[in-house]
Structures are given as structure tokens and as C-alpha cells.
């Protein structure tokens, strides 16, 4: 029945694409890197931003929103910042049928344009620290672009503070790992390492860069999420200057941090399986679907519908407003009703036929293991959570293990360069060379180094350089 699904294993670019079109997600938009993101793919963005939003607000960050616009001369105020961001802006020169005094970018990240409009509103301590997280789309003009993963526009949030202290920053920057950290295990299903970026992969103008990076189904790493220390860099460039306790005039400390559409590329390519689509239920804007079905028009008018919706109207008791839906199409065979749900990822699949009418009991069908169950209509508010919470269970925890089963430690750059062609995967080693060996190495293997885990502070001998030092570094080809 997946017949419009090439198999992951013969080709896995077309295999993802195939799954996004099969679920109605997405499609190409007429301007070459741009997408349009159709109702299923944008229902997944809004359970993720409700969600990522509740988290932030629960830390004490509030929403705003700045211009889509920012004048190039903002860009040229930081330095590594306009280096590493140049070749993929959009500039706009001509507006109203005239051509601009300065040029305008559209945004690729918001850091200059809120600096600048923090350097207005701080003046004392009092004033810090500013906690402000925006949800907007921004334009990095991609070569390569692929649905979800790498377009040209995309969706995000991205938070942006201001603090009195360096230790007030590190702390938030850390702190906001953490949310990343948790929201993508805990509703995404996501199991991801935390850890540093290397200098050679740090974001333009920051001093730290911290990152959560999950493994694809193909072995290749994600950077799903990312939280900047910026030090004062930006502060000094854009003159965010304020009274201390003591009176004195002293640089803000501040950070950004964001995430993107990219996280549902992260979803399809650590879930979904050959068939489409696979949701987690923590993320899944439909959780359950209910599906009557009759060959008598007459009793799946009278008995089947009434007795669907009561369970629907249950279940939407428990589990909330547009989770639970109850499938309708009886103009398609239930087979295909049944392959409708399970291509856009359904968690759960509630079937209610003659026999189930007979028993007094649905067949209840899991969309990550295909496990048929009966539950009796009395125990539905009962176990059906209990089922949806054993779903998101094991599909982190097969995500988890697929993971652990390919990640290696090695010690050489032979070994490295054997285990990254024959397994592919994480490769752990101790690292210590410059962004020139850096560099050597990712023209060498197109192996970068991910990061270098937050949870391991042990030193051994760097694998490429052999100087001692060298800190734990998972290293992987990446999206």
C-alpha cells in the first residue's frame, strides 16, 4: 500500500521527501529554497511552538516581535558576525520604485536589530535583565536547500536576553539548553547529546556556543537546537551600556538561542518507517483517530456513528479539543481510511466495525508497532492514555538505542576514518586541535565535530593531533 513511498534503505533522500509528500506536509513553493507548509506540516509547528512557548514563559521570557528588515550597515557593526552570515543574506535595494539610501537585509537571525533596540530601553541595573524570545520566519539564502531541513525561508523562535553579570548569562544560556534538552526528549521523542560547539563551528560573534544533536535514521547528526553565550560582543557593538549598583557604566552580557522548522525534519527522519509519517502522541496534533465502519448504510448511520462519537466526545474529555477526531470518509474503502491516518503519522487508530459492535470492544492499532489490542468501550478513558503514553515511551527509547548501537569511540585518525566509512555514526574522541585541523579533518571525512559533551570533563589524547589535553568530542557527517 506504500507503493508511493520509495524504501528507506534503497534511497533515503527520495524516502523522506516521499514521506513528506504522502502526509501532505509540505511542497515547493515557486521561488527556488522557499516551502510552502501545507495544514498537517504547519499543525506539527504549532504543537511545537505551543509547547517550546509554555516552557519559555514557565522560565520567565516573554514575546515580541521585531521588523523583518535591518539595515546592512547593523550587519557590519559585529565582525565575525557579518563574516558568517554574508553569503546567505537577501538584500533589499530598491523599494517604491526607488533605490534605497542604504541597503536593507532580510533578517537571517535577529541579533544586531535587537541590539540596537536594547541599547534604547537599558540604562540602569534595574532594567535587567530583558527575557525576550520572538516567533517569526527569517531568510538564509540556502544552495542546497531540502524540505524542512535546509530552505532558504524557514520558521523559528529565537530568545535574545540581556543580564548584569557574566554569570547571570552563562546561567541562562545553559538554562535554555535545558529547556531544548527536555522538550525534545520528553514531547519530541528526540534523544539528543548536549554539549559545546568547537570554536570551528561556533555561531558568528558568540563566545560559546552550546547545542543539543540528535542521530538520524541514516546515521547522520542534526543540530536541533542551539543556545549562544555572546559575552559582551554584541553589547560592544551596539553600545548596551548600563548604571551598575556602584554607578558605574559597564557592557550588558547577553545570549540568543533558537530553534526551527528543522525539528520536524528531525521527527520524520528518527520515526517515520515506510509506510509515512510517525508521530510521538507528546507532538501529535491528532493523537487518536475513530474510525466507524458498516457495509449496512442504515446501521453505520444509526448505531455506528452515535456509538463513535460518544467515544470521541471521551477522549476529547481527556486528551483535549481537536486531539481526538472521528473519521468520516465513507466514501473510501477502510482500507483506505486506515492508510489515510497512518501516512500522516496518527499515533493511535481506533477501528469500530460489526464485530468490535458484537464484542463491545474497539481494535485499537498502534501506528509504531502495528500491534493490534482490543479495548472493552468502558475501560476507553482508561487505557487508552495508558496506550498513548507506552507509544511515546518506546519511540524514544527505540530512538535511543538505535543511537547507542551506533556510536564508537576511537583513538587514531585511521580508526576514525575506518569506523566513519564502514558504520557511520557518532564517533567519540578526544579533541584537541585547532579550527585549521578542524577543518582538515571535515575536508578529509566530511566529519565535523558536533560537540564536546557537557557530561564527560575527562582529558585524553587528541585522535589527530596526539597532543594531550584533548576533550571528549562526538564527531559525525551532519545535515
Known sequence: MARNITPREKDYSQWYLDVIKAAEMADYAPVRGCMVIRPTGYAIWESIQSQLDERFKATGHVNAYFPLLIPSSFLEKEAKHVEGFSPEC?????????????PLVIRPTSETVIGYMYSKWVQSWRDLPILINQWCNVLRWEKRPRLFLRTS????????TAHATREEAMEETLRMLEVYRSFMEEVLALPVVVGEKSEGERFPGAENTYTCEAMMTDKRALQAGTSHFLGQNFAKAFDIKFQNRDGELEYAWTTSWGASTRLIGAIIMTHADN??????PNVAPIKVVVIPMSPDQNRLQDIMLPEAQKIVEKLTALLGRNRVILDTQFHMRPGDRFFYHLQRGVPLR????????????LRAVRRDTAEVLNISFDAVEREVPKLLDEIQRSLFERAKAFRESNTYQVSSFDEFKEVLNKKGGFIKAYFAGTPEEERAIKEATTATVRCFLLDDSSEGTCFYTKKPGGRLAIFAKAY
Open 90 to 102: 537577501a538584500v533589499v535595494t530598491h523599494a517604491g520604485g526607488e533605490e534605497l539610501e542604504e
Open 275 to 280: 509506510d509515512g509519517l510517525v508521530l510521538p
Open 350 to 361: 481506533l477501528e469500530l466495525g460489526e464485530a468490535e459492535m458484537s464484542s463491545s470492544c
Open 153 to 160: 525561508e524557514f520558521l523559528w523562535q529565537e530568545g535574545h
